[in-house]
């Protein structure tokens, strides 16, 4: 998912080069609503997995 917004972010970046300023600011909105999805994502995966991993038995 971080690469489809990066990808989204260089598309919208060359189309403002171009002076195509809607794509640029859809691409850029698009760019933005998948990296907040994936931080999201990315910090559930960090909660769940100290979770699952349970207590530690010291040695």
Not at 14 to 37: M, P
Not at 44 to 53: K, N
Request: hydrophobic share 65%; net charge positive; no cysteine.
């Amino acid at each position: 998912m971080l690469y489809w917004a990066a990808v989204f972010f260089v598309i919208s970046l060359i189309a403002a080069v171009f002076g195509f300023g809607g794509i640029s600011n859809a691409s850029g909105d698009i760019a933005k609503i998948l990296f907040f999805v994936f931080i999201v994502l990315f910090v559930i995966s960090l909660i769940a997995g100290l979770f699952r991993r349970g207590p530690r038995n010291p040695v």
